[in-house]
């Protein structure tokens, strides 16, 4: 009989010795006057911005192109279902390519590197002429979105000092709200073809950005550059006395310097925070936020509301912008845990399952558990964005709003009995958290 994800037993979590008040007291003011790693931050998450911008571009394009008088770019339904689902193909491709990726070039180059189909991706569909441009266009700004989605969470979480680290977790979610309201805003304005010339943009700002900022000191020492790796993390908390911090790093590297084997896969102290972080990903797509977001004018027009559906979207947008950003401001406050359970979406759901996998993923799997995450989110919502309109038309639109509602529903227990609760605590404290099968930390 299997065990389960995590069980009750054992002594009081203390694992790691806590730092002298006076270094956790000097790191804390450090990581919040210190610019740098919010600056590093930041650069990361325009990658966001962009897959946000990306992701909900057919919301205006759609209804757009359905009423072109163009043959080669009119979109019946089922095109139109292709158009807005293709995303979510790429999406998973750049999940399973960040399985080697992460760990191969490194969180920042990874990250960088998505630029390449991103830039692409958005030309293709500002020039495109036929239907298998746009296919294709949103294919590789798919494939660059599941990408960034695997390594920036990671990425910010590897830099972040735990004091902050929830509130900069919320980041990758907050820019891609941002991203996403920023199109909704910008469809009131400009043509579908300038909406993807404008999405360039950010590209190109996040690879200026990022080429100046370090790697992932724990990448570093994963790769034996340990001087490099002090001298990151030295820019980055804008303190030469980072040492104790950096001890702590380089011997929890230093006992996992190998990769999980499959045997060691079978472990329940490497299998059970994997799991937890796949399973999340599984049931946030499953709460239809992509299908919702991808359609969203369409949803609109098939309702009463009384404003026009492109002015509702923007109002989600906004709505949802908020939202995530009270998630920040209160998630090293109130905890995960408890937004997980009171909150919408966006304050609960949407950043931290981005900032939960990042956080209990153990490092010697992170890369390749990371990337496993984004593969399955996507492939999960591509299903779902190719026949929610296929749904909607067949059975309107309460038959899927009825299932999202049950599978949040579904969620809540899943937090209940598997989740726990990470604020407060470093990455390598979380990490060794596994292996004393304590069912949450003590505060």
Same mark, same amino acid.
């Not at 389960?4 to 694992?15: C, F, N, Q, S, V």
């Given at each position: 009989?299997?065990?389960?994800?995590?069980?009750?037993?054992?002594?009081?979590?203390?694992?790691?010795?806590?730092?002298?008040?006076?270094?956790?007291?000097?790191?804390?003011?450090?990581?919040?006057?210190?610019?740098?790693?919010?600056?590093?931050?930041?650069?990361?998450?325009?990658?966001?911005?962009?897959?946000?911008?990306?992701?909900?571009?057919?919301?205006?394009?759609?209804?757009?192109?359905?009423?072109?008088?163009?043959?080669?770019?009119?979109?019946?339904?089922?095109?139109?279902?292709?158009?807005?689902?293709?995303?979510?193909?790429?999406?998973?491709?750049?999940?399973?390519?960040?399985?080697?990726?992460?760990?191969?070039?490194?969180?920042?180059?990874?990250?960088?590197?998505?630029?390449?189909?991103?830039?692409?991706?958005?030309?293709?569909?500002?020039?495109?002429?036929? %239907?298998?441009? +746009? @296919?294709?266009? #949103?294919? $590789?700004?798919?494939?660059?979105? !599941?990408?960034?989605?695997?390594? *920036?969470?990671?990425?910010?979480?590897?830099?972040?000092?735990?004091?902050?680290?929830?509130?900069?977790?919320?980041?990758?979610?907050?820019?891609?709200?941002?991203?996403?309201?920023?199109?909704?805003? %910008?469809?009131? +304005? @400009?043509?579908? #073809?300038? $909406?993807?010339?404008?999405?360039? !943009?950010?590209?190109?700002?996040? *690879?200026?950005?990022?080429?100046?900022?370090?790697?992932?000191?724990?990448?570093?020492?994963?790769?034996?550059?340990?001087?490099?790796?002090?001298?990151?993390?030295?820019?980055?908390?804008?303190?030469?006395?980072?040492?104790?911090?950096?001890?702590?790093?380089?011997?929890?590297?230093?006992?996992?310097?190998?990769?999980?084997?499959?045997?060691?896969?079978?472990?329940?102290?490497?299998?059970?925070?994997?799991?937890?972080?796949?399973?999340?990903?599984?049931?946030?797509?499953?709460?239809?936020?992509?299908?919702?977001?991808?359609?969203?004018?369409?949803?609109?027009?098939?309702?009463?509301?009384?404003?026009?559906?492109?002015?509702?979207?923007?109002?989600?947008?906004?709505?949802?912008?908020?939202?995530?950003?009270?998630?920040?401001?209160?998630?090293?406050?109130?905890?995960?845990?408890?937004?997980?359970?009171?909150?919408?979406?966006?304050?609960?759901?949407?950043?931290?399952?981005?900032?939960?996998?990042?956080?209990?993923?153990?490092?010697?799997?992170?890369?390749?558990?990371?990337?496993?995450?984004?593969?399955?989110?996507?492939?999960?919502?591509?299903?779902?964005?190719?026949?929610?309109?296929?749904?909607?038309?067949?059975?309107?639109?309460?038959?899927?709003?009825?299932?999202?509602?049950?599978?949040?529903?579904?969620?809540?227990?899943?937090?209940?009995?598997?989740?726990?609760?990470?604020?407060?605590?470093?990455?390598?404290?979380?990490?060794?958290?596994?292996?004393?099968?304590?069912?949450?930390?003590?505060?």
């Amino acid at each position: 009989m299997q065990e389960p994800l995590l069980r009750a037993e054992g002594l009081d979590y203390d694992t790691f010795p806590e730092a002298p008040a006076s270094q956790r007291e000097r790191s804390r003011a450090g990581a919040l006057q210190n610019r740098r790693v919010f600056l590093a931050t930041f650069a990361a998450v325009l990658g966001n911005f962009s897959f946000g911008y990306a992701l909900v571009y057919t919301s205006p394009v759609i209804p757009a192109l359905k009423l072109s008088s163009d043959p080669a770019l009119h979109l019946n339904k089922v095109q139109a279902s292709w158009f807005g689902s293709v995303f979510t193909l790429g999406a998973a491709a750049g999940g399973l390519s960040a399985m080697v990726l992460n760990d191969l070039l490194g969180r920042k180059l990874s990250i960088m590197f998505s630029a390449v189909p991103s830039v692409i991706g958005y030309a293709l569909m500002a020039g495109a002429h036929g %239907l298998w441009m +746009l @296919l294709l266009g #949103r294919m $590789l700004t798919g494939f660059a979105g !599941g990408l960034t989605a695997a390594c *920036i969470p990671v990425y910010v979480s590897e830099i972040a000092p735990p004091g902050v680290r929830g509130a900069l977790g919320a980041t990758p979610q907050l820019m891609a709200v941002f991203g996403s309201l920023s199109l909704y805003a %910008l469809g009131l +304005l @400009l043509p579908w #073809r300038w $909406l993807a010339v404008a999405g360039e !943009g950010p590209v190109l700002i996040m *690879i200026l950005l990022l080429s100046f900022m370090p790697n992932s000191p724990r990448f570093l020492l994963s790769k034996g550059r340990d001087e490099e790796a002090l001298q990151a993390l030295t820019w980055l908390r804008a303190d030469s006395e980072v040492h104790w911090e950096f001890e702590q790093i380089q011997d929890n590297v230093r006992r996992q310097s190998s990769r999980v084997s499959w045997a060691e896969a079978r472990d329940p102290r490497v299998y059970r925070p994997i799991l937890i972080a796949v399973l999340m990903r599984f049931l946030q797509q499953l709460t239809g936020i992509t299908p919702i977001l991808v359609y969203l004018q369409t949803i609109f027009d098939n309702t009463s509301v009384v404003l026009p559906s492109q002015q509702d979207a923007a109002i989600v947008g906004a709505v949802r912008l908020v939202s995530v950003l009270i998630a920040a401001v209160t998630m090293d406050l109130a905890g995960r845990k408890v937004l997980l359970y009171v909150s919408g979406y966006a304050m609960g759901w949407g950043p931290i399952t981005w900032l939960l996998m990042s956080e209990v993923l153990p490092l010697r799997a992170r890369g390749v558990a990371s990337g496993l995450c984004v593969l399955v989110s996507w492939l999960t919502a591509f299903v779902l964005t190719k026949y929610f309109l296929l749904a909607v038309n067949a059975f309107g639109l309460q038959v899927p709003f009825f299932f999202f509602s049950a599978i949040c529903l579904l969620s809540l227990l899943f937090t209940g009995c598997c989740v726990p609760e990470t604020r407060g605590r470093s990455l390598e404290q979380i990490e060794a958290f596994f292996h004393t099968r304590r069912m949450s930390f003590r505060p």
